[in-house]
């Protein structure tokens, strides 16, 4: 079955007979300029949630849904696994308040709330779709500070829907109450779906997850101190999204989203374009190829700044992966023309072939001039003796890919690898700063440089994440020695990644070790704070220093645990921030190990 045009148009003439009106997708670039891309559903409609717009007269409901196409940039580097993509589509219906009424069985057009969101969420999932309800599970808010345990929504669940209570799970501000985004707005608690391959997973909570219902029944200001108030508004708000292509996987058991209808003819045009080329590659290809596009379509251009340096990002890495893998078929139009007779018809620009084409063809020749120079001086270079400091010098003043410099430039110091990797590290940590803002995606909230989150959703995950990595690396020197130390660290929304040095690969026990640990101190519920110290007093106090930092004299140490709570854990030396107890970080899981150079490994673990 062609789930790909039939689940677009279900879901729209679902929610279209609840008194919905389908509202198109507004443009990748956003009208708010305090984003750089759309990347979620409701953007369009933010000034119909504060009361600025008045949705009867634009849309002659209070009610809307649509298929917004979206744009993340903040985890690229890992596009081309099961879930990752750079552009997607998600579904949503929208409520602007005031309610009128919440009676599911009432489809007139006045603005509606919790009972109706999750008994229409439920009636879709099982009805339409015919998804097995045993295999749906659910989360709804187990409150705090201000804002209350979510009984409302748990009641809904419960005895409207009818879901055993085994299936309904208390879930943490991270992941069950979203916004505001900057330091004021509409927020409020979720309730999210997940759907699990088997009513035995879907009993244990596992599964993923699809849909992130949102209640937004407060607006938030932040206080002089900077914590948020919460105050109830009088006229609340639903703001759903459901990722288009992350639910095609579950309703055709596809193994990643490439697999799905979404992907499968794109990646087959790029799979006979580039035969032979490994499957992580094709699926990059196919996102970036699908992706540029859309971009293209909707009239940005490559640059070196905002948006259109996210998508000269991606259009060099189509060149990249084609020069070393040696593709003489010009991949991008084969694989654009599978882009266009899918979406031609749903996105009308998209297929402005000459419009599209131009631009990748223009990037190409400019990308190809500068390599074609980078290659000479490399050439030039191969008799004298050529460094890795030198060689990473020319892979960044012409944007070479790095295999290829890697490949023909002669290697005459025996350390050539690590001396590459080594300017390519200082690089990084020293543009990391200024690119990432640039690249961030939505106008970024936090960037430490370690540290990097765009909204204050994204923040209160990679703020856990940080506490999580302190959590890490005590765990790792208890378990593999006190040799251990950090070389690295790189948190974002998604996953924190934590390098350290360790001559060989970790056992699978030691991995379960590292990690039961870490959790066991996330259930101790350790308090997290830090003092100021002369950075003398911080050495010799034993706190953990990160040797490739320079230290101000003055010096802040993040202990966990106390004398009080049996004991000091963890004491690093940190800017911080912290969570302040280490039971909001939720279980942290190991995602893998890796080697990332000679004697240094890689952790990547995130939070649930
Ligand atoms: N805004 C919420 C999200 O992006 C729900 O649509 O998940």
Same mark, same amino acid.
């Given at each position: ?41 409701? !953007? ?26 979206? #744009? ?110 900057? @330091? ?27 849909? @992130? ?14 914590? #948020? ?103 991008? !139009? ?54 890795? @400091? ?27 690898? @690590? ?24 106008? $970024? ?13 994204? $923040?209160? %995950? ?32 998604? %996953? ?113």
């Amino acid at each position: 079955m062609d789930y790909f045009l039939k689940t677009r148009k279900d879901f729209l003439n679902f929610f279209k007979s609840k008194g919905h009106t389908v509202v198109p997708s507004s443009s990748l670039v956003p009208d708010d300029p305090s984003v750089l891309l759309t990347t979620a559903g409701m !953007q369009q409609f933010k000034r119909y949630y504060t009361g600025e717009l008045n949705p009867e007269s634009d849309f002659g409901s209070h009610r809307a849904t649509s298929l917004q196409k979206c #744009f993340r940039t903040s985890d690229i580097e890992e596009v081309g696994d099961d879930t990752h993509l750079t552009f997607f589509e998600m579904m949503g219906n929208f409520s602007f308040g005031p309610v009128g009424s919440d009676d599911p069985t009432d489809a007139e057009t006045g603005g509606y709330f919790k009972r109706s969101a999750i008994v229409w969420a439920w009636e879709f999932l099982t009805n339409v779709l015919e998804l097995a309800p045993e295999r749906l599970w659910v989360t709804v808010f187990e409150g705090d500070g201000d804002t209350p345990k979510d009984h409302e929504a748990y009641a809904v669940w419960k005895n409207e829907v009818g879901i055993p209570q085994e299936r309904i799970f208390w879930g943490k501000r991270a992941d069950n109450f979203w916004g505001p985004t900057g @330091n004021q707005g509409p927020c409020g608690p979720t309730t999210e779906i997940y759907i699990a391959p088997t009513p035995e997973h879907a009993r244990q909570g596992k599964g993923v997850e699809v849909w @992130n219902v949102v209640f937004n029944e407060y607006y938030a200001t932040a206080g002089a101190d900077g914590a #948020f108030k919460y105050k109830k508004v009088d006229s609340p708000g639903i703001d759903t999204g459901m990722g288009f292509e992350r639910l095609l996987a579950t309703l055709e058991g596809a193994a990643n989203v490439y697999e799905t209808s979404a992907f499968v003819p794109i990646v087959s045009a790029v799979r006979q374009a580039a035969a032979g080329i490994s499957e992580r590659d094709i699926h990059i290809l196919a996102d970036h190829i699908r992706a540029s596009s859309f971009l293209i379509a909707d009239g940005i251009v490559p640059s070196n700044k905002e948006a259109g340096y996210v998508l000269r990002r991606l259009l060099r890495k189509i060149i990249a992966v084609r020069i070393t893998n040696d593709i003489h078929a010009d991949v991008f !139009q084969i694989g654009y023309e599978a882009v266009t007779k899918m979406f031609a018809g749903i996105y009308p620009a998209v297929g402005e072939a000459e419009k599209i084409l131009g631009v990748w063809r223009e990037e190409q020749g400019k990308f190809e001039v500068s390599i074609a120079k980078g290659l000479r001086e490399l050439e030039s270079l191969k008799t004298a003796a050529l460094t890795g @400091n030198a060689a990473f010098g020319l892979y960044q003043t012409y944007g070479l890919p790095k295999e290829l410099t890697l490949e023909f430039a002669k290697k005459t110091s025996p350390d050539f690898e @690590n001396e590459f990797a080594a300017e390519e590290k200082k690089h990084q940590d020293t543009s990391r700063a200024g690119a990432q803002k640039k690249f961030g995606g939505h106008g $970024l909230v936090l960037d430490t440089g370690e540290l990097k989150a765009g909204n204050e959703e994204e $923040l209160s %995950r990679v703020i856990r994440m940080h506490t999580a990595t302190h959590l890490l690396q005590w765990a790792l020197r208890t378990v593999l020695g006190e040799g251990v130390h950090q070389m690295g660290s790189d948190i974002n929304p998604e %996953r924190l990644r934590f390098d350290f040095n360790f001559d060989r690969k970790l056992t699978s026990e030691e991995i379960a070790r590292v990690a039961d640990l870490s959790n066991e101190v996330v259930k101790k519920d350790l308090p997290v704070y830090y003092q100021e110290m002369p950075k003398e007093q911080a050495l010799s106090s034993g706190a953990l220093s990160f040797f490739k930092q320079k230290y101000p004299d003055v010096v802040k140490v993040y202990s966990i645990g106390s004398q009080s709570s049996g004991g000091v854990v963890s004491a690093e030396f940190c800017g911080g921030p912290h969570v302040e107890h280490t039971g909001t970080i939720g279980e942290i899981r190991i995602i893998k190990e890796e080697a990332v150079g000679k004697g240094v490994r890689r952790i990547r673990a995130s939070v649930v």
